[in-house]
């Protein structure tokens, strides 16, 4: 098989498992803490607040994506297959071509930092960048075949993971915070769970005893408080519903 063809093959693979990296993030975390230094993992509320920030700007990338992009884009590809009703390039898309991959970067290098290690650190970063390669080369692959020329030149000024110092064109939809909740509101929570669970995890590993230190546990079920309420929302109403998103 030639190159093209496996990349894109292992790409579409890829998406298909995208819940595997916040386990392996996890898993692996835990390891990290267990093996590591105990000392270099105490609680230091500033250092872990800055953590904390780190993994929020990414979701904030989220946010911009998603809250400005119409149906059918920006991450509405499925287990079946590619969704691309029309090519994303204004907004963030006209800064860089995979905003909702460099947010899941820093929403994921929060936690990485949590644990405190260097090593650790770059393992992930390097995993990231391979196996969200693929994915972005699939994806790009579909996108070149049905929007041709219109893609070239797109992607021939934006770039596809670390933004240029491009003209920024404004998007063309309003922000819609009903898409942004309907649509986030697992991750967010998920980011949430991951810092509980190392919190949880490191506690567990200094002293055997098992509890939470209070701001994650405060943070954590506030995180579930909402959402709950926005899962009701979203199973039982109509009102996260917005036409063209």
């Given at each position: 098989m030639a190159l093209?063809?496996?990349?894109?093959?292992?790409?579409?693979?890829?998406?298909?498992?995208?819940?595997?990296?916040?386990?392996?993030?996890?898993?692996?975390?835990?390891?990290?803490?267990?093996?590591?230094?105990?000392?270099?993992?105490?609680?230091?509320?500033?250092?872990?607040?800055?953590?904390?920030?780190?993994?929020?700007?990414?979701?904030?990338?989220?946010?911009?994506?998603?809250?400005?992009?119409?149906?059918?884009?920006?991450?509405?590809?499925?287990?079946?297959?590619?969704?691309?009703?029309?090519?994303?390039?204004?907004?963030?898309?006209?800064?860089?071509?995979?905003?909702?991959?460099?947010?899941?970067?820093?929403?994921?290098?929060?936690?990485?930092?949590?644990?405190?290690?260097?090593?650790f650190a770059v393992?992930?970063?390097?995993?990231?960048?391979?196996?969200?390669?693929?994915?972005?080369?699939?994806?790009?692959?579909?996108?070149?075949?049905?929007?041709?020329?219109?893609?070239?030149?797109?992607?021939?000024?934006?770039?596809?993971?670390?933004?240029?110092?491009?003209?920024?064109?404004?998007?063309?939809?309003?922000?819609?915070?009903?898409?942004?909740?309907?649509?986030?509101?697992?991750?967010?929570?998920?980011?949430?769970?991951?810092?509980?669970?190392?919190?949880?995890?490191?506690?567990?590993?200094i002293s055997e005893?098992?509890?939470?230190?209070?701001?994650?546990?405060?943070?954590?079920?506030?995180?579930?408080?909402?959402?709950?309420?926005?899962?009701?929302?979203?199973?039982?109403?109509?009102?996260?519903?917005?036409?063209?998103?």
């Amino acid at each position: 098989m030639a190159l093209v063809h496996e990349f894109e093959s292992s790409g579409n693979w890829l998406f298909k498992r995208r819940t595997w990296p916040p386990v392996l993030l996890v898993a692996g975390g835990m390891l990290m803490m267990y093996l590591g230094n105990r000392q270099a993992i105490l609680f230091d509320l500033r250092n872990e607040m800055i953590f904390f920030g780190v993994s929020l700007f990414g979701q904030l990338i989220r946010i911009l994506t998603i809250g400005f992009t119409p149906k059918n884009t920006s991450g509405r590809n499925t287990v079946a297959g590619q969704i691309a009703d029309e090519l994303n390039v204004t907004g963030i898309y006209s800064l860089v071509r995979h905003p909702l991959y460099l947010g899941n970067f820093f929403v994921m290098l929060g936690p990485v930092l949590f644990v405190r290690s260097v090593w650790f650190a770059v393992v992930v970063c390097l995993v990231y960048w391979i196996y969200y390669e693929r994915i972005m080369f699939a994806e790009e692959q579909y996108l070149r075949r049905k929007f041709g020329e219109l893609y070239d030149k797109w992607s021939a000024t934006v770039g596809a993971f670390i933004p240029f110092t491009g003209k920024f064109i404004p998007p063309k939809l309003s922000f819609s915070g009903r898409n942004v909740l309907r649509r986030e509101y697992h991750s967010f929570f998920i980011m949430f769970l991951i810092f509980t669970l190392f919190d949880l995890s490191r506690n567990y590993f200094i002293s055997e005893k098992i509890y939470l230190t209070p701001v994650w546990m405060y943070l954590f079920f506030s995180a579930a408080a909402v959402w709950v309420l926005v899962r009701i929302l979203d199973k039982l109403t109509n009102w996260l519903e917005v036409e063209g998103r």
